[in-house]
């Protein structure tokens, strides 16, 4: 036995090492573009919390050679951006934005899509064409009949017109998406389920939706990223105007007005960053989780 | 518990294709009925008829005494059980159980009992937290059991529900349903491709082959398992019922003062009285060629029945199976092989057509294994001469039997 595993062992040390030399080109390119995405990030991170005039006059790798040096780090352009560059309240704004035109379009396509997967009615690829077709039209060609028809129905520099503008230009892709992975679930799951009693309207709630977790939770880190992220459509239809203004058109003013000021920019584009970096990392695991696993014969 | 009554029940697809027609079928309450046939028999597509899953094109379909053509699924108190189980993946085993109870709005202690006592009959009490995906394939196909049970529904409607099995489990799964069944004692309709589920299983057997547009109706017989195997309407049933199959020759009727001969192959079998009456009308069919099915199970070796003129097969060996307590022998007869469309549509069942059948007639004779065969040996087995069957090969029907 002892003979038998030592040369197991001695067997096994160059396989391994073998393995790590083939993975490890790949694992140099990923550790690499990691690194380039993540060192403007740092930069800006460890800039926003710098002074100032450390901030002008030395790059902000040269706070990280004596880091437990209390004095070089701030909140003040925190508080100042926050407060009386107004980015609190652009803060708030983007959620109000944010959250309601992310939840409407999700819970309007994913109807939607169980809808055109699974219910018989007549029209059904007809307009499910229709929704696809949609696809194709850039929102920039909108923007004007749809400004026109804001202002007729006192609309602009609303909540709810910005709502209802992002939901439109979200659902086609939104009933696509969802489209694809309903109409996947096996058909014999809505078979039984009928079968035990189920409605429509019961199939979507009790199992569409728990089993679409992972699509519904993809496509809502997409559609909350864009919206986020979006200056275009909060420019048109919201417009600056503190009371509505979004941090991006907040922090789009500040690099008009307070261009030299690289303290309270750095600060600016980390308050807009930070929720989209919380959601992805929150939401991330819904992305490789694979919740059908065992419905039929594994 | 409820009765199942078709009348001229058919269905056309969208694009014209007939699946199903002219099937006139009673379930009586209680009772195990077995839907077999080749796949493409419509025999799914009248379960999940039964089922509302499927939009009934013609006839009508009563569960009971009422009228279900236009009720949905959900108010037709039946309970499915899926081929591919169709457990819901999300929830655990007890709340796949008691998803049905729930949407019935019972009450809370009287789904909890009814649960356990399924879980309890089905042995899966310990799996009750589990999810699908952590369980066996057994184990899955007992939940979706017991989520048909819980119902306590008018009928069980089964879609092939051992199929996924490996074949031990399968023959274990098999014994057990019909122990449940002889305990519920609620109706059952099950669908199956394998002959012999539907033997073991079926109070009555209904057959079923494909439409064709020559013959627009499916049921080709229902009768118990014991009827099919010694009284098969047609060829179809003949061929289809009974592992090996049952040996077609082609062959000719002769009377002499000794007696009613069939003749085939240069060889004389001496037709029993018994087999002459169970063929109503055989006697006129004299120098008609019919086709002669002779089962694997009615021969024996000669050297253990003894002699018996005019009742014996000499033929060279090609196949010896043994499988311990008996011997499958396969010979050929120089003798055409019988062509008709009832074969053809068993041929094509296993994915081979008439050119597989070469210029021979192959037989296969069960002996038992206390004579020894070996490959290329000449044999003579003794048929029983009472179980011969007749069919007519121009309408495939048993001879005497009307039109």
């Given at each position: 036995?002892?003979?038998?595993s ?10 391994k090492?073998?393995k790590?030399?083939?993975k ?21 991170l460890?800039?926003?919390?710098r ?16 880091p437990?040096?209390?004095?070089q780090w ?28 992310t ?11 169980y ?7 007549p ?28 202002t ?7 909540f709810l017109?910005?709502?209802?503008a ?11 998406l ?14 039984s ?20 977790l ?6 809502a ?6 919206v ?36 309270i920019?750095?600060?600016?584009a ?24 065992g419905?039929?014969?594994? | ?5 078709m ?25 195990f ?9 419509g ?5 999940r ?71 309890a009959?089905?042995?899966i009490t310990?799996?009750?937290?589990r999810?699908p ?5 057994g ?25 996924n099995l ?7 799964m098999r014994?057990?349903?019909s ?6 004692k ?5 669908v ?8 073991t ?20 017989q ?13 060829m ?19 009377q002499d003062?000794t007696?009613?001969?069939?003749k085939?192959?240069?060889l ?24 002669l ?8 070796a ?8 005019d ?14 307590y008996?011997t ?10 019988v ?16 050119s597989?059948?070469?210029?021979t ?35 495939g029907?048993?001879v005497?039997?009307?039109?």
């Amino acid at each position: 036995m002892t003979t038998s595993s030592k040369t197991l062992d001695v067997a096994s040390t160059p396989t391994k090492v073998q393995k790590w030399s083939q993975k490890a080109p790949v694992r140099i390119a990923v550790v690499l573009i990691a690194a380039m995405w993540s060192l403007p990030t740092l930069g800006l991170l460890i800039s926003s919390i710098r002074q100032p005039n450390d901030i002008a006059t030395s790059g902000w790798w040269t706070a990280l050679l004596h880091p437990f040096e209390a004095a070089q780090w701030t909140v003040t352009n925190y508080t100042d951006v926050l407060g009386a560059d107004g980015m609190f309240d652009a803060f708030v704004n983007s959620l109000i934005v944010t959250i309601p035109a992310t939840v409407i379009p999700i819970t309007l396509a994913a109807f939607a899509a169980y809808a055109f997967a699974w219910m018989k009615f007549p029209g059904r690829s007809f307009l499910f064409a229709m929704v696809v077709g949609l696809l194709v039209v850039p929102l920039q060609m909108t923007l004007v009949p749809l400004l026109q028809l804001y202002t007729d129905l006192e609309l602009t520099g609303t909540f709810l017109g910005v709502w209802l503008a992002h939901t439109g230009f979200g659902l086609p892709l939104a009933v696509y998406l969802l489209y694809n992975y309903i109409s996947q679930l096996p058909k014999d799951l809505f078979e039984s389920a009928h079968i035990d009693g189920a409605s429509h309207f019961t199939a979507f709630i009790r199992l569409v939706m728990p089993l679409s977790l992972p699509a519904l939770a993809s496509f809502a880190i997409f559609q909350f990223l864009w919206v986020w992220n979006d200056l275009l459509i909060a420019l048109v239809f919201l417009g600056t105007d503190s009371e509505v203004a979004v941090v991006t058109a907040q922090l789009n003013e500040l690099v008009g007005s307070r261009g030299e000021a690289w303290h309270i920019l750095t600060a600016g584009a980390f308050v807009t960053m930070i929720v989209p970096v919380v959601v992805f990392l929150g939401l991330q695991r819904f992305f490789v989780r694979g919740l059908l696993a065992g419905s039929v014969k594994g | 518990m409820a009765s199942i009554t078709m009348t001229k029940l058919g269905k056309i697809y969208p694009d014209g294709t007939r699946a199903v027609g002219d099937v006139d079928l009673e379930i009586v309450d209680g009772e195990f009925l077995v839907l077999v046939g080749p796949s493409g028999c419509g025999k799914s597509t009248i379960l999940r008829m039964i089922a509302g899953l499927e939009e009934i094109s013609e006839g009508e379909m009563y569960i009971g005494e009422t009228l279900v053509n236009d009720v949905q699924p959900k108010d037709r108190d039946i309970a499915m059980v899926f081929q591919n189980y169709a457990l819901y993946p999300h929830m655990t085993v007890y709340d796949n159980m008691a998803f049905g109870l729930k949407l019935r709005k019972m009450d809370k202690a009287d789904i909890d009992r009814r649960v356990k006592e399924a879980a309890a009959v089905l042995e899966i009490t310990e799996f009750l937290d589990r999810k699908p995906k952590a369980l066996s394939g057994g184990q899955r196909q007992r939940v979706a059991m017991g989520r048909a049970i819980v119902r306590e529904p008018k009928a069980f409607l089964m879609d092939e529900p051992l199929s996924n099995l490996d074949a031990k489990l399968r023959v274990q799964m098999r014994t057990e349903l019909s122990e449940l069944h002889h305990r519920l004692k609620t109706t059952t309709v099950y669908v199956t491709h394998d002959q012999i589920e539907a033997m073991t299983l079926g109070h009555r057997v209904a057959v079923l082959k494909p439409v064709t547009a020559a013959r627009p109706d499916n049921l080709s017989q229902v009768a118990s398992p014991g009827e099919l195997y010694s009284n098969p309407v047609n060829m179809f049933v003949a061929g289809f019922i009974g592992s090996p199959a049952m040996n077609m020759v082609n062959a000719t009727l002769e009377q002499d003062a000794t007696g009613l001969y069939a003749k085939f192959a240069g060889l004389r079998l001496l037709v029993d009285q018994v087999a002459i009456d169970r063929h109503p009308g055989l006697v006129e069919r004299l120098g008609e060629q019919l086709v002669l099915g002779i089962r694997p199970g009615n021969f024996e070796a000669e050297a253990i029945t003894g002699p018996a003129p005019d009742r014996t097969i000499t033929a060279t060996v090609t196949v010896a199976e043994m499988l311990g307590y008996e011997t499958f022998v396969h010979f050929e007869l120089e003798q055409p092989p019988v062509v008709t469309p009832d074969i053809e549509e068993l041929l094509a069942d296993t994915g081979a057509d008439v050119s597989s059948l070469g210029d021979t007639t192959k037989f296969t004779a069960r002996v038992t294994s206390d004579v020894p065969v070996s490959l290329g040996q000449e044999l003579t087995v003794t048929v029983d001469t009472t179980k011969l069957h007749f069919f007519d090969p121009a309408t495939g029907l048993r001879v005497g039997t009307a039109v």
